[in-house]
């Protein structure tokens, strides 16, 4: 008696679920059918790929330019010459055309 009943109870589910899943089966089967040869959890033929990133590549900044100063020496380091005199500052006092800077020799 009690089969009989979860037998009855089992087919009316079955039924509304029959009923309810009218509209997806109508669209077709999802069931699968094919043929596996080998063990189930046995491994794959290939792994599947494993893909790395991308290599990051950092293109270092260019130096900044070198400047090179070239320092003027001071005005006391220049000798003034006056081409209309033919001389240098303290033998000629004044000069008309004005008086040319000239880098003194270096003694070796």
Same mark, same amino acid.
Do not use: N
């Given at each position: 008696? @009690?089969?009989?009943?979860?037998? +009855?109870?089992?087919? !009316?589910? %079955?039924?509304? %679920? ?8 109508? =669209?077709? +089967?999802?069931?699968? &059918?094919?043929? =596996? &040869? /080998?063990?189930?959890? /046995?491994?794959?033929? $290939?792994?599947?790929?494993?893909? $790395? *990133?991308? *290599?990051?590549? &950092?293109?270092? %900044? ?11 020496? *001071?005005? +006391?380091?220049?000798? =003034? $010459? !006056?081409? +209309?005199? /033919? %001389?240098?500052? *303290? $033998?000629?006092?004044? !000069?008309?055309?004005?008086?040319? @800077? ?5 003694? @070796?």
């Amino acid at each position: 008696m @009690k089969a009989a009943r979860i037998l +009855s109870a089992l087919l !009316c589910l %079955a039924a509304v %679920a029959g009923i309810t899943a009218g509209d997806a089966a109508a =669209h077709g +089967s999802r069931a699968r &059918v094919g043929v =596996h &040869v /080998g063990t189930v959890w /046995g491994p794959w033929i $290939y792994p599947p790929p494993w893909y $790395y *990133p991308p *290599p990051v590549v &950092v293109v270092p %900044a260019e130096p900044p330019p070198v400047y090179i100063e070239q320092r003027t020496p *001071p005005d +006391s380091a220049f000798w =003034h $010459y !006056c081409r +209309s005199a /033919g %001389a240098y500052y *303290p $033998y000629v006092g004044e !000069c008309r055309e004005g008086w040319l @800077k000239v880098l003194p020799e270096q003694e @070796k």
